[in-house]
């Protein structure tokens, strides 16, 4: 549960931390990547110093795999600390903004906060309806939300369609691409992101090492964008806000490939298990390209209530307008056949 720590719940429900299967925040299963926890291990940091505020090693390495210039990138504490930058950085009060319905919440708190008035485009299949969006232009919003993947969905959509609505907004208005789960997509769904940001001044795309990483207790994400819109980022964003360790563990798990691939790997057959298992239930769930499956249970705050009360920690999306679903993170193997065991219980209560 959001806010709540496992050893309070551990207490509530008399069981211990290590009985819950945390499937509520999207982490990785496997943990971190063991690259990242060796470089963590061996390097000596001294908490006296102030980290390098511009993350160079992991800028200049970032730029290189991703064939940019070291200008093209920002990276923040967390990719979410990037989404209120930018919010900050664009959205004065009374501007607007235009993101589809079901689109990740701390974007929708960022722009609350900034006073900016959001225009809210339905998604009733729970896709990001492109042409809807393109509807919003007439309003002149200054800022477009998409998140590819999104979250609490897991959908996505088409890269062509994606890559015709980029061009078609105006350059003054700016596009905020967030590919938080952009690792676990499958490539043919996969937009050519960089080729996106070569051809258009006004799109920032964000990614994490939260998620497919495994390093979300860190805080690091990073932004790309031409260096204009990066350098303004770069401007707003609070100095010394990504430590010292998320650096060098993020530099770390880039090179670790093989533990990328073990993840996406694991991803995918848990995530078809989950999915069989859920619709032998007669459970409609969503198809999803990122590591969690959002399903349609009925009560969803009451059903992640019962599997709470066993230890299974699970999303009820009723902030998002989704009171009949929950969001389930795809875990381990064993983890998956104990929800799976457990709902069939709660649904016959
Ligand atoms: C998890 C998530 C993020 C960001 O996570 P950080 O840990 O802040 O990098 C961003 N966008 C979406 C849609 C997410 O689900």
Request: proline share 6%; with cysteine; glycine share 6%.
């Amino acid at each position: 549960m959001a806010g709540v720590s496992l050893q309070t719940l551990a207490h509530r429900h008399g069981l211990q931390e290590r009985d819950f299967a945390k499937l509520d925040s999207n982490e990785n299963p496997l943990g971190a990547s063991p690259l990242a926890l060796q470089a963590l291990a061996e390097t000596v940091q001294d908490p006296s110093v102030y980290p390098d505020t511009d993350s160079s090693a992991l800028v200049d390495r970032l730029a290189e795999l991703l064939g940019v210039d070291a200008d093209w990138i920002v990276v923040g504490a967390g990719s979410e600390s990037l989404l209120s930058v930018t919010v900050t950085t664009l959205l004065a009060a009374g501007r607007k903004t235009a993101y589809s319905q079901y689109s990740f919440v701390a974007y929708a708190n960022a722009v609350q906060r900034a006073g900016s008035v959001s225009i809210v485009v339905p998604e009733p299949d729970f896709m990001v309806d492109l042409a809807a969006l393109r509807d919003t232009l007439a309003q002149q919003p200054a800022l477009i939300y998409i998140a590819n993947p999104g979250n609490p969905t897991g959908t996505c959509v088409a890269p062509q369609a994606l890559q015709e609505f980029l061009h078609a907004v105006p350059r003054d208005i700016v596009v905020l691409l967030d590919e938080a789960y952009f690792e676990f997509m499958p490539p043919s769904l996969r937009p050519d992101a960089m080729a996106l940001v070569r051809a258009l001044p006004n799109l920032i795309v964000t990614r994490t090492f939260s998620k497919a990483y495994g390093l979300a207790g860190l805080r690091i994400g990073y932004a790309i964008a031409q260096p204009v819109l990066a350098s303004m980022l770069r401007r707003v964003r609070a100095l010394f806000t990504v430590t010292q360790a998320a650096q060098i563990a993020a530099l770390a798990a880039l090179s670790d490939q093989p533990f990328l691939h073990k993840t996406i790997a694991h991803n995918e057959g848990a995530k078809q298990l989950l999915l069989a298992g859920l619709r032998a239930l007669d459970l409609p769930c969503l198809e999803s390209h990122t590591n969690f499956v959002l399903a349609k249970v009925g009560d969803g705050a009451a059903v992640a209530k019962r599997l709470e009360q066993q230890g299974l920690l699970v999303r009820p999306v009723g902030l998002y307008g989704l009171p009949q679903w929950v969001r389930i993170g795809i875990g381990t193997q064993a983890q998956i056949e104990r929800l799976l065991h457990a709902m069939r219980q709660v649904l016959r209560e």
